[in-house]
């Protein structure tokens, strides 16, 4: 006989893979916005039920509990277990919390840390619509990253400022082509809104590191926004070649201080050198299809 809620079961369940598949689609075919959103969706149902379920485990006896409820996942719906649902939502609402306030804290602290210096924006670049600070900073590697701030002001009570950071090394290493097209790059994260949700889903795996669909999901939304972001670039100075020089100067010089940090390597480290590799290959791909012109040192 099925137990009350067991219903209910089946429909957050069947909503949860209904977002779930509708991401992967959207991830070959729809802009950023959309899959950040679907993305932002997905996430937080499967917070609700995976911290629900937490509750539920330790308020009925721990591992015994863990036992029974993957035998029997409808007893979690019990009526008598009605408050616990309300804990679980309070707390998958204090996880996405927290990791906000981690994500905008972090780039508050670096550039409070680092007191980076402005640099003035490249002519030949579009003038973002967003307020966004071009900064550089004294650092021995060859890196640049961006994020979205919120700030209080405006019509809305709140604000955005997009940042984009560059390394004085970067500047050192790269030709000025190359350098343009890196800031291309971090801009077209900021145009598709990577600054405010990507920041936020490295933040939130971070944080819930044991829980491997945050991690997976992360990992997969840095590397497709890795390959937009590039191409985005591409679309905006027509110079693949630059781009992927530059790519090559940042992943050559990353190997001798290989350091785990999302930036314009991606992922940062070892994993972030083999996408470069793949990035690579794609921005050549590009440059010998015709469809640009010469570029200067090509």
Request: hydrophobic content about 50%; glycine content about 8%; overall charge positive.
């Amino acid at each position: 006989m099925a137990m009350p809620g067991e219903g209910l079961l089946y429909l957050l369940a069947l909503a949860w893979a209904s977002v779930g598949v509708g991401l992967l689609v959207a991830m070959r075919r729809s802009t950023s916005t959309v899959v950040f959103r679907l993305a932002a969706v997905f996430l937080a149902l499967w917070a609700f039920v995976a911290t629900t379920g937490l509750v539920w485990v330790v308020a009925n006896g721990g591992w015994p509990a863990m036992v029974l409820l993957a035998a029997a996942p409808a007893a979690i719906f019990d009526p008598s277990f009605a408050g616990l649902w309300l804990l679980g939502a309070i707390g998958a609402f204090g996880i996405f919390l927290t990791a906000f306030i981690l994500s905008q804290m972090v780039g508050r602290g670096y550039l409070a840390v680092r007191r980076p210096r402005p640099l003035e924006w490249p002519d030949r670049l579009p003038t973002p619509r967003v307020p966004t600070d071009l900064l550089s900073y004294a650092a021995p590697r060859v890196e640049a990253f961006s994020f979205t701030l919120i700030e209080p002001g405006g019509r809305a009570l709140v604000r955005r400022r997009n940042v984009i950071l560059v390394s004085d090394e970067l500047l050192h290493r790269l030709t000025p082509d190359e350098v343009e097209t890196v800031v291309a790059h971090e801009l077209g994260h900021l145009v598709e809104l990577d600054g405010r949700y990507l920041t936020f889903f490295r933040t939130l795996a971070r944080l819930v590191r044991w829980d491997p669909v945050l991690a997976y999901l992360a990992d997969r939304l840095t590397a497709r926004e890795e390959f937009r972001a590039d191409l985005n670039a591409v679309a905006v100075t027509g110079r693949p070649r630059s781009l992927a020089r530059a790519l090559y100067k940042a992943a050559a010089l990353e190997e001798r201080r290989p350091v785990a940090a999302a930036g314009f390597l991606g992922p940062g480290g070892r994993r972030g050198q083999r996408q470069a590799i793949e990035r690579i290959r794609r921005l050549v791909a590009l440059a010998e299809s015709g469809r640009f012109p010469e570029e200067p040192g090509a």
